[in-house]
């Protein structure tokens, strides 16, 4: 018996050992979990139905899905990828994003017009919000104190009081905000509009616009350049805006929001996560089935790696 | 307390300043007469339209709660025979805005109507063309795909397989008259041939003797590579695949569709607006529910963007370059400067799923690639739309 464990612990010791990009894949029901240093899927792992929004607690103990068609989040062992329980998380989640606190959970229930606040360790329901049409971009700033969702009919960032759990200002953006994310100093906050073909930039503490940003690709249409996830490099310095069927990142400076150029990548681009160092930024391409492995010095593309069908979130977990 | 007041100071300088609005809207039909079809499988449900209206209502409140604004919705059925004209006016009395139901001539009497001269209506059902070309009116936008958006993303479909030889069975309504048309036009439009054509004249019974009748009746048509079948109504097109004595597949009325809308449209998060569709309505989504909630849905985006009630100003910002619509089918849906339709995409679909979305990769425009489907501004005879 205990032999048996440790063949088990021998054969699985090599895969902890490297660090992951976890992949959820919304058509097949599980996560592809990458080895960074490889660059190969390791494990596939069953999820609950549609499964799209991904992150892992601040100390990467457990990873959080949005488990969408079966209305509910998982929380699950990133280790042995054993579900350890449900959150109750309201009806249709599709992205959240994790209090400072480490505790608070803020889902976008995309069906239901509102975002709930689960605490994940009494799993409890704290709040839940009235929002618009299509919750679906989550972002909390870093001092914890503002939470954002975007809708996606309502065309708006609603900002909510995270002590009071109310709305205290709504700022429109372009047609049909998907993502929504603070700078690491909480100054500004970045909104993507997908129908709009923009990103909108707010002063974090007066909601005023500060910037829009465009994306002009040659010989692809202005319709079909659609912003969807971004993330920013950890200095505040560049922002990797993923263009959705343009088929390209394109890499902002934060500085002057101008783009500096545009990266080709799958079809479909969805969302992204650097690696341990921030030297690798990996892109989800819904379409194609796999993620795009960036070189983020070189801004090229160095490898696509084959996942399941319709790949859409992803989040990083450092093993050591 | 301190931190009360800033949040309230936030509050002033985050809401925009528009001003308390309550923007009303009539939802108008007039009731026609359904030919009778030999199948009663698929019913044309009671509330086809208002349930897509009800739910712009739901959608433009929403976003309305958060910058006071406020929508309702009327909504008035004309009865066959009924007074449409009085309708209209009782309407018009009440708001500018009205999404209207009704055949082309209908559409055109009270749109000339002069209570209707600073009105935004919204041709919801009318597909024909005439009404945006020489018979199109300055206060009349149309949110349903006309005949020729429709045609013309089949013939793209088809030409992109390259099927390209076809042969034509039409019905006798004027409806399939005008589909069949249509058909012939967009045919001649992207280089495709329509050979054989025959009308639909059975008065039998199809149910029971279609795997008789059909294969004599479609031995006659020719090489040919697809069936077409304008059967607007859905009276026979129905029993016809299958029944072939050739074996091709059938597209038009029947087989492979060209829609507005239809319950298989799942991408582009099509499958949320699906979903409130069914909750509200315990049905799935038609055309001519989306051509609703589009209208409303623009005037809604109108007056968010422009925090005004006013007609003039409301029909200018959707016709100008910062309009556009999110309609779940993957671009921004724009209004034609020449006639007041709605640039969308067309999807193709059979009973189960999409096979395609049009328009189709490589078919090319100098504007937006949208204007591959249906009157383009040269071919358009409509003079007072501008």
Same mark, same amino acid.
């Given at each position: 018996m205990i032999r048996t464990t440790l063949a088990l612990l021998v054969l699985s010791a090599p895969a902890a050992l490297a660090d992951e990009m976890w992949v959820t894949n919304e058509r097949d029901d599980t996560i592809s979990v990458i080895d960074t240093q490889t660059l190969e899927v390791t494990r596939t792992i069953p999820t609950g139905a549609r499964p799209r929004g991904i992150i892992f607690s601040h100390d990467h103990k457990v990873v959080y899905i949005c488990a969408s068609d079966s209305d509910t989040v998982q929380v699950m062992d990133p280790d042995t990828g054993e579900v350890l329980h449900e959150l109750p998380?309201? *009806? +249709?989640? *599709?992205q959240f994003a994790l209090h400072p606190d480490n505790r608070h959970l803020y889902i976008a229930n995309e069906d239901d017009a509102i975002s709930t606040v689960v +605490? #994940? *360790? !009494?799993? !409890?329901? #704290?709040a839940q919000i009235s929002v618009g049409i299509e919750p679906e971009g989550m972002a909390v700033s870093p001092d914890g104190k503002i939470a954002i969702t975007t809708s996606e009919t309502t065309n708006m960032a609603h900002w909510i009081d995270t002590e009071t759990q109310k709305i205290f200002a709504n700022t429109l953006v372009d047609s049909r905000p998907r993502h929504a994310e603070f700078t690491s100093d909480g100054a500004e906050l970045w909104v993507s509009s997908e129908i709009g073909g923009t990103v909108t930039v707010f002063d974090g503490t007066t909601q005023a616009e500060k910037a829009k940003i465009t994306f002009d690709l040659p010989n692809i249409h202005p319709d079909r350049i659609q912003p969807v996830g971004f993330e920013f490099t950890p200095d505040d310095a560049i922002a990797f805006v993923a263009l959705g069927p343009a088929n390209h990142v394109a890499v902002v400076n934060m500085a002057s929001y101008e783009v500096e150029e545009y990266i080709l990548v799958g079809r479909r681009v969805w969302h992204m996560a650097f690696n341990r160092d921030h030297s690798q930024l990996f892109t989800t391409n819904g379409i194609s089935g796999d993620v795009t492995v960036i070189d983020v010095a070189s801004r090229k593309p160095v490898k696509s790696i084959k996942v399941g069908r319709f790949p859409w979130g992803a989040a990083f977990r450092p093993t050591n | 307390m301190r931190l009360r007041a800033a949040i309230a100071a936030l509050m002033l300088s985050a809401l925009p300043a528009w001003a308390e609005l309550t923007i009303p809207v009539h939802y108008l039909r007039q009731i026609v007469p359904q030919p009778p079809t030999l199948s009663n499988l698929d019913p044309r449900p009671e509330r086809l339209g208002i349930d897509g209206a009800s739910l712009a209502l739901a959608d433009n409140q929403t976003t309305g709660q958060f910058l006071g604004q406020t929508y309702t919705l009327e909504i008035t059925e004309v009865p066959e025979g009924g007074d449409f004209a009085a309708a209209m006016r009782t309407a018009l009395a009440a708001t500018p805005f009205v999404i209207l139901d009704a055949p082309a001539d209908t559409l055109l009497t009270v749109a000339d109507m002069s209570e209707a001269g600073e009105a935004l209506l919204f041709n919801a059902s009318a597909p024909g063309r005439r009404l945006r070309s020489q018979d199109c009116r300055p206060n009349l936008f149309h949110t349903i795909p006309s005949l020729d958006m429709r045609t013309d993303a089949l013939m793209q479909f088809l030409l992109s397989r390259r099927w390209t030889g076809l042969a034509l069975i039409h019905g006798t309504h004027a409806e399939d008259l005008a589909f069949a048309d249509a058909l012939t036009n967009s045919a001649g439009k992207f280089g495709l041939k329509i050979g054989a054509t025959k009308e639909w004249a059975f008065d039998a019974?199809?149910?029971?003797n279609a795997a008789q009748e059909m294969p004599l009746f479609t031995q006659d048509l020719g090489r040919h590579d697809v069936l077409l079948l304008a059967d607007e109504i859905g009276d026979f097109a129905l029993y016809i695949p299958y029944n072939t004595w050739e074996p091709r597949p059938v597209a038009g009325s029947e087989g492979l569709r060209p829609v507005a809308?239809?319950? /298989? /449209?799942?991408?582009w998060g099509a499958a949320q607006l699906q979903s409130r569709f069914e909750d509200l309505a315990a049905r799935p989504m038609r055309p001519l529910d989306y051509a609703a909630w589009a209208a409303f849905r623009a005037i809604g985006e109108a007056v968010t963007r422009t925090g005004t009630d006013d007609p003039a100003a409301l029909r200018a910002y959707m016709l100008s370059d910062a309009f556009e619509l999110a309609g779940f089918k993957g671009r921004p849906l724009t209004f034609r400067s020449w006639n007041g339709q709605l640039r969308q995409p067309i999807p193709l679909v059979h009973a189960h799923a999409q096979a395609a979305l049009a328009p189709l990769d490589g078919f090319l425009h100098p504007r937006t690639e949208l204007d591959t489907l249906g009157l383009d501004a040269p071919e358009s005879g409509c003079a007072r739309f501008r």
């Open positions: 998380s309201g *009806e +249709d989640p *599709e +605490d #994940v *360790e !009494t799993r !409890t329901v #704290v | 019974d199809m149910r029971r809308w239809d319950r /298989v /449209v799942e991408q």
